[in-house]
Protein backbone atom coordinates (compact mmCIF):
# COMPACT_ATOMS: atom_id res chain seq x y z
CA UNK A 1 0.00 0.00 0.00
CA UNK A 2 2.81 2.40 1.11
CA UNK A 3 4.83 1.61 -2.40
CA UNK A 4 0.95 2.47 -4.15
CA UNK A 5 0.75 6.37 -2.67
CA UNK A 6 4.69 6.76 -3.42
CA UNK A 7 4.21 5.47 -6.87
CA UNK A 8 0.97 7.69 -7.17
CA UNK A 9 2.46 10.93 -5.59
CA UNK A 10 5.52 10.92 -7.86
CA UNK A 11 2.99 10.33 -10.84
CA UNK A 12 1.23 13.87 -9.88
CA UNK A 13 4.80 15.36 -9.25
CA UNK A 14 5.87 14.50 -12.78
CA UNK A 15 2.35 16.13 -13.75
CA UNK A 16 3.01 19.47 -12.45
CA UNK A 17 6.52 19.22 -13.67
CA UNK A 18 5.20 18.76 -17.24
CA UNK A 19 2.63 21.48 -16.91
CA UNK A 20 4.44 23.70 -15.78
CA UNK A 21 7.31 23.32 -18.71
CA UNK A 22 3.96 23.47 -21.64
CA UNK A 23 3.06 26.54 -19.85
CA UNK A 24 6.92 27.82 -20.42
CA UNK A 25 6.78 27.03 -23.48
CA UNK A 26 3.34 27.10 -25.36
CA UNK A 27 3.27 30.88 -25.93
CA UNK A 28 -0.85 30.43 -26.39
CA UNK A 29 -1.60 31.30 -22.54
CA UNK A 30 -2.59 34.10 -20.53
CA UNK A 31 -1.97 35.03 -16.97
CA UNK A 32 0.22 36.24 -14.59
CA UNK A 33 3.19 34.72 -12.94
CA UNK A 34 2.65 32.41 -10.22
CA UNK A 35 2.58 28.51 -9.26
CA UNK A 36 -0.70 27.37 -8.51
CA UNK A 37 -1.48 25.70 -5.99
CA UNK A 38 -2.15 21.41 -6.63
CA UNK A 39 -4.70 19.49 -4.70
CA UNK A 40 -2.28 16.49 -3.01
CA UNK A 41 1.15 17.75 -3.63
CA UNK A 42 2.92 20.00 -0.69
CA UNK A 43 4.88 23.62 -1.45
CA UNK A 44 7.75 21.27 -0.77
CA UNK A 45 7.25 19.02 -3.61
CA UNK A 46 6.44 21.95 -5.76
CA UNK A 47 9.46 24.24 -4.67
CA UNK A 48 11.85 20.64 -5.34
CA UNK A 49 10.28 20.59 -9.07
CA UNK A 50 12.34 22.26 -11.82
CA UNK A 51 11.58 25.65 -12.37
CA UNK A 52 11.87 27.60 -15.82
CA UNK A 53 15.20 30.15 -15.87
CA UNK A 54 14.33 33.67 -14.63
CA UNK A 55 14.54 35.77 -18.28
CA UNK A 56 17.08 38.23 -18.37
CA UNK A 57 16.49 41.56 -17.55
CA UNK A 58 15.83 44.33 -19.93
CA UNK A 59 17.49 47.74 -19.64
CA UNK A 60 15.40 51.42 -20.76
CA UNK A 61 18.64 51.33 -23.24
CA UNK A 62 18.12 48.29 -25.05
CA UNK A 63 14.76 49.27 -25.49
CA UNK A 64 15.55 52.71 -26.98
CA UNK A 65 18.04 51.29 -28.91
CA UNK A 66 15.36 48.67 -30.99
CA UNK A 67 14.35 52.77 -32.51
CA UNK A 68 18.03 53.12 -34.31
CA UNK A 69 17.29 50.44 -36.74
CA UNK A 70 15.57 52.28 -39.30
CA UNK A 71 13.74 49.44 -41.09
CA UNK A 72 11.93 47.97 -37.71
CA UNK A 73 8.35 48.82 -37.09
CA UNK A 74 8.39 51.49 -34.40
CA UNK A 75 6.40 54.68 -33.36
CA UNK A 76 7.37 57.76 -31.56
CA UNK A 77 10.39 58.96 -29.95
CA UNK A 78 13.03 56.44 -28.11
CA UNK A 79 13.02 59.02 -25.66
CA UNK A 80 9.40 59.15 -24.76
CA UNK A 81 9.18 58.16 -20.68
CA UNK A 82 6.52 55.13 -22.06
CA UNK A 83 8.07 52.52 -24.31
CA UNK A 84 5.63 50.11 -25.19
CA UNK A 85 7.28 46.90 -27.03
CA UNK A 86 4.88 43.91 -28.54
CA UNK A 87 6.11 40.90 -29.65
CA UNK A 88 3.56 39.04 -31.45
CA UNK A 89 2.60 37.09 -34.42
CA UNK A 90 -0.43 37.75 -36.34
CA UNK A 91 -1.18 34.11 -36.99
CA UNK A 92 -1.49 33.90 -32.98
CA UNK A 93 -4.88 33.58 -31.23
CA UNK A 94 -3.70 35.48 -27.95
CA UNK A 95 -2.21 38.27 -30.32
CA UNK A 96 -5.75 38.72 -31.63
CA UNK A 97 -6.87 38.59 -28.72
CA UNK A 98 -4.48 41.51 -27.10
CA UNK A 99 -5.51 43.78 -30.70
CA UNK A 100 -9.24 43.64 -29.70
CA UNK A 101 -10.57 43.57 -33.94
CA UNK A 102 -11.52 40.26 -33.38
CA UNK A 103 -14.45 39.51 -30.46
CA UNK A 104 -15.02 35.96 -32.32
CA UNK A 105 -11.62 35.02 -30.99
CA UNK A 106 -11.74 36.49 -27.65
CA UNK A 107 -15.21 35.05 -27.11
CA UNK A 108 -13.36 31.29 -28.24
CA UNK A 109 -10.76 32.03 -25.83
CA UNK A 110 -12.98 32.15 -22.75
CA UNK A 111 -14.91 34.63 -20.98
CA UNK A 112 -12.20 36.37 -19.45
CA UNK A 113 -11.31 37.32 -22.90
CA UNK A 114 -14.82 38.53 -23.55
CA UNK A 115 -14.33 42.53 -24.79
CA UNK A 116 -15.91 45.57 -22.66
CA UNK A 117 -17.83 46.42 -25.86
CA UNK A 118 -19.55 42.96 -26.14
CA UNK A 119 -20.37 42.70 -22.52
CA UNK A 120 -17.31 41.51 -20.72
CA UNK A 121 -14.44 42.66 -18.85
CA UNK A 122 -11.52 42.65 -21.01
CA UNK A 123 -9.86 45.67 -22.58
CA UNK A 124 -7.25 45.01 -25.51
CA UNK A 125 -3.96 46.87 -24.60
CA UNK A 126 -2.81 46.57 -28.07
CA UNK A 127 -5.44 49.70 -28.85
CA UNK A 128 -4.94 51.69 -25.80
CA UNK A 129 -1.00 51.96 -26.27
CA UNK A 130 -2.04 52.81 -29.91
CA UNK A 131 -4.35 55.82 -28.37
CA UNK A 132 -1.37 56.92 -26.03
CA UNK A 133 1.75 56.93 -29.08
CA UNK A 134 -0.51 58.81 -31.24
CA UNK A 135 -1.00 61.41 -28.32
CA UNK A 136 2.64 62.20 -27.99
CA UNK A 137 3.09 60.43 -24.34
CA UNK A 138 4.58 57.10 -25.27
CA UNK A 139 6.75 55.13 -28.16
CA UNK A 140 6.34 51.99 -29.46
CA UNK A 141 8.06 48.79 -31.11
CA UNK A 142 6.63 45.73 -32.79
CA UNK A 143 8.16 42.63 -33.15
CA UNK A 144 7.71 39.02 -34.56
CA UNK A 145 8.07 36.31 -32.70
CA UNK A 146 6.76 32.45 -33.79
CA UNK A 147 3.74 32.40 -31.95
CA UNK A 148 1.44 30.39 -33.97
CA UNK A 149 3.36 29.20 -37.36
CA UNK A 150 1.95 30.69 -40.13
CA UNK A 151 2.75 34.56 -39.25
CA UNK A 152 5.65 35.10 -41.80
CA UNK A 153 3.96 36.53 -44.38
CA UNK A 154 1.19 38.13 -42.53
CA UNK A 155 4.56 39.97 -40.89
CA UNK A 156 5.98 40.59 -43.62
CA UNK A 157 3.10 42.08 -45.08
CA UNK A 158 3.36 44.40 -42.43
CA UNK A 159 6.75 45.72 -42.99
CA UNK A 160 5.92 46.53 -46.26
CA UNK A 161 2.60 48.54 -45.36
CA UNK A 162 4.88 50.41 -42.35
CA UNK A 163 7.30 51.63 -45.58
CA UNK A 164 4.21 52.89 -47.11
CA UNK A 165 2.83 54.46 -43.62
CA UNK A 166 0.11 52.36 -43.58
CA UNK A 167 1.20 49.40 -40.98
CA UNK A 168 -1.89 49.89 -38.48
CA UNK A 169 -4.49 49.44 -41.52
CA UNK A 170 -2.61 46.24 -42.03
CA UNK A 171 -2.38 44.91 -38.77
CA UNK A 172 -6.37 45.81 -37.75
CA UNK A 173 -7.18 43.59 -41.67
CA UNK A 174 -4.93 40.73 -40.35
CA UNK A 175 -6.47 41.40 -36.72
CA UNK A 176 -9.75 40.76 -37.67
CA UNK A 177 -11.75 37.11 -38.26
CA UNK A 178 -11.67 37.20 -42.13
CA UNK A 179 -7.60 38.04 -41.83
CA UNK A 180 -7.19 35.17 -39.04
CA UNK A 181 -8.56 32.76 -41.70
CA UNK A 182 -6.20 34.33 -44.43
CA UNK A 183 -3.24 33.99 -42.51
CA UNK A 184 -3.54 30.26 -40.70
CA UNK A 185 -5.48 28.81 -43.48
CA UNK A 186 -5.28 30.36 -47.05
CA UNK A 187 -2.08 32.23 -47.63
CA UNK A 188 -0.10 30.50 -44.15
CA UNK A 189 3.81 30.99 -45.16
CA UNK A 190 3.77 30.26 -49.02
CA UNK A 191 5.23 33.02 -51.07
CA UNK A 192 3.32 32.04 -54.20
CA UNK A 193 -0.14 33.05 -52.64
CA UNK A 194 1.65 36.93 -52.05
CA UNK A 195 -1.10 37.83 -54.69
CA UNK A 196 -4.25 36.46 -52.63
CA UNK A 197 -2.21 38.52 -49.55
CA UNK A 198 -2.22 41.42 -51.54
CA UNK A 199 -5.82 41.41 -52.82
CA UNK A 200 -6.75 40.70 -49.26
CA UNK A 201 -4.75 43.77 -48.05
CA UNK A 202 -6.16 46.17 -50.92
CA UNK A 203 -8.24 48.02 -48.75
CA UNK A 204 -5.30 49.56 -46.74
CA UNK A 205 -2.47 49.23 -48.99
CA UNK A 206 -2.06 48.75 -53.21
CA UNK A 207 -2.45 45.84 -54.68
CA UNK A 208 0.50 45.98 -56.93
CA UNK A 209 3.16 47.20 -54.43
CA UNK A 210 1.90 44.65 -51.80
CA UNK A 211 2.38 41.82 -54.48
CA UNK A 212 5.78 42.96 -55.37
CA UNK A 213 6.91 43.41 -52.31
CA UNK A 214 6.28 40.26 -50.75
CA UNK A 215 7.43 37.79 -53.57
CA UNK A 216 10.67 39.82 -54.11
CA UNK A 217 11.37 38.72 -50.10
CA UNK A 218 12.49 42.57 -49.61
CA UNK A 219 11.75 42.05 -45.73
CA UNK A 220 12.48 38.55 -45.80
CA UNK A 221 15.08 38.84 -43.20
CA UNK A 222 13.30 41.13 -40.44
CA UNK A 223 11.76 37.23 -39.58
CA UNK A 224 15.33 36.03 -38.19
CA UNK A 225 15.83 39.73 -36.83
CA UNK A 226 13.20 40.33 -35.02
CA UNK A 227 12.96 36.87 -33.85
CA UNK A 228 16.81 36.96 -32.22
CA UNK A 229 15.64 40.17 -30.63
CA UNK A 230 12.49 38.62 -29.14
CA UNK A 231 14.88 35.77 -27.72
CA UNK A 232 17.45 38.45 -26.07
CA UNK A 233 14.71 39.87 -24.51
CA UNK A 234 13.79 36.54 -22.96
CA UNK A 235 10.38 35.62 -25.38
CA UNK A 236 8.71 32.58 -24.35
CA UNK A 237 5.51 32.81 -26.30
CA UNK A 238 3.13 35.65 -27.91
CA UNK A 239 1.71 37.93 -27.54
CA UNK A 240 4.44 39.13 -24.85
CA UNK A 241 4.34 43.11 -23.88
CA UNK A 242 6.76 45.27 -22.08
CA UNK A 243 5.57 48.25 -20.24
CA UNK A 244 9.54 50.24 -20.42
CA UNK A 245 11.59 47.42 -18.55
CA UNK A 246 8.39 45.62 -17.41
CA UNK A 247 7.29 42.38 -18.85
CA UNK A 248 3.92 41.07 -19.27
CA UNK A 249 3.91 37.81 -20.90
CA UNK A 250 0.98 37.15 -22.21
CA UNK A 251 -2.38 38.70 -23.54
CA UNK A 252 -2.94 40.96 -20.36
CA UNK A 253 -6.22 43.02 -20.24
CA UNK A 254 -5.18 46.77 -20.53
CA UNK A 255 -6.53 47.34 -16.96
CA UNK A 256 -3.95 44.84 -15.97
CA UNK A 257 -0.97 47.08 -17.33
CA UNK A 258 -2.58 50.56 -16.67
CA UNK A 259 -1.30 51.44 -13.41
CA UNK A 260 2.33 50.45 -14.73
CA UNK A 261 1.69 52.84 -17.12
CA UNK A 262 0.15 55.20 -15.22
CA UNK A 263 3.32 54.73 -12.93
CA UNK A 264 5.56 56.00 -16.09
CA UNK A 265 3.37 59.16 -17.18
Sequence with gaps: ??????????????????MMGMVGVSGYFYGKSSTPAVQGVTAEQQAAAPQQPAPPAVTQDQLKALFDDKK???????????????ISDPSCPFCHVAA?????????????????????????????MKKLVEQGKASMVWLYANGHGNGEMGTKAMYC????????????????????????????????????MANFLSKAVDSNFMKSCLEQ?????????????????????????????????????????????????
Design 1 to 18: MKNTIEVSMSAVVFVVVL
Design 72 to 86: AITFGDKNSKLVFVE
Design 100 to 128: GKNPTVNAQMGAQFIMAAEGGSYVAPVPE
Design 161 to 196: AHEKGKFWEVHDLLMTQEGYDIVNTTVKNDKTKAGE
Design 217 to 265: GKYDDRIAIDSATAAKFGFSGTPSFFVNTQNFPGAYSYTDLKSVVEAQL
